[in-house]
């Protein structure tokens, strides 16, 4: 009994050991097949942190590429504002000279304004020499010489029926500045009902720095303020203790507004700013204007 009961048990401890065997083995199998795929994943995984790694090293370099291009641009950049501040510069000093150039070729010239239109008739320098004598009451010794006079092209006036103005070029500076002080002296001088002024030939720059101070010489004469433009843009008020001179607008109008002179600054220094945007921008119309006239 005994010894079929030991013989029972050791082959049911052979086949447990035979199951514990199998299960190992599948285990070991599926290790086995764990082990390839984790390799085959590790496999995959550093090619892919290669290519990673060759893409990073690709931007890397086109990132380089792109500071030395931007480092190159940079540079050339400040190049260019040099070079621009320069003929800025060097455009400003050609400006100023050649407008102080154009301002000396008109010396001898004047301007009249507000002679009516085709009262001159066909011959305007020999209305001219008959009719400033005349009315500014010169000097009979007095002889002026008139070498050329003329219509300006284009109405400046704001009002179109307003006439073109005279331009006037006297033989000599000295004939110029007596015909002038005599027509200033004899203000206001009028033909056939209608004043006409008389005052130097300015360039389009000049003309343009001096309008900024007419809204402030407006109230001043309002005011009983005597002024008196001085060349090329400078403005005098004669005060009670004593002229006055000013360099620019903004100098003017802090003193105006300091000694309580006039009570519309606020006003004039608004129309004021307006004009000097306009004198800034003189020159570039000008030219502009002048190119317009030349292609008609």
Do not use: C
Not at 151 to 160: E, G, L, P, Q, V
Not at 175 to 196: C, R
Not at 220 to 236: C, D, R, S, V, W
């Amino acid at each position: 009994m005994s010894s079929s009961k030991t013989n029972s048990q050791d082959s049911s401890i052979k086949k447990e050991l035979q199951s514990l065997i199998i299960i190992v083995q599948q285990l070991t199998a599926k290790m086995d097949k764990m082990d390839t795929k984790i390799d085959t994943f590790i496999e995959k995984t550093i090619k892919q942190i290669d290519l990673l790694h060759m893409d990073l090293q690709q931007q890397k370099i086109q990132m380089t590429g792109i500071e030395e291009a931007v480092n190159d641009m940079e540079n050339r950049i400040q190049e260019e504002e040099i070079n621009i501040e320069f003929l800025l510069k060097q455009n400003t000093h050609l400006q100023t000279k050649l407008d102080d150039l154009e301002n000396r070729s008109r010396r001898n010239n004047i301007r009249i304004f507000g002679l009516p239109e085709n009262i001159e008739g066909n011959n305007i320098t020999s209305f001219l020499t008959t009719w400033l004598p005349k009315t500014l009451d010169l000097p009979e010794a007095f002889s002026f010489g008139i070498e050329r006079a003329h219509r300006s092209i284009a109405n400046t006036n704001s009002n179109k029926n307003y006439p073109r103005s005279v331009i006037v070029r006297f033989l000599s500076s000295f004939d110029k500045e007596m015909v002038l002080k005599s027509a200033w002296a004899k203000a206001p001088v009028k033909i056939n009902e209608t004043t006409v002024r008389f005052d130097n030939d300015y360039s389009s720059m000049v003309i343009a720095k001096r309008k900024v101070f007419l809204p402030l010489i407006r109230e001043l004469k309002k005011a009983q303020f005597k002024t008196y433009l001085l060349f090329p843009a400078k403005l005098k008020i004669f005060l009670p203790d004593g002229p006055k001179v000013f360099d620019d607008l903004d100098s003017a109008l802090l003193f105006v507004k300091e000694k309580r002179i006039l009570d519309k600054i606020e006003e004039m220094e608004w129309a004021s700013s307006s004009l000097k945007r306009l004198a800034t921008e003189a020159s570039w119309k000008t030219s502009e204007k002048k190119k317009r006239l030349k292609n008609k």
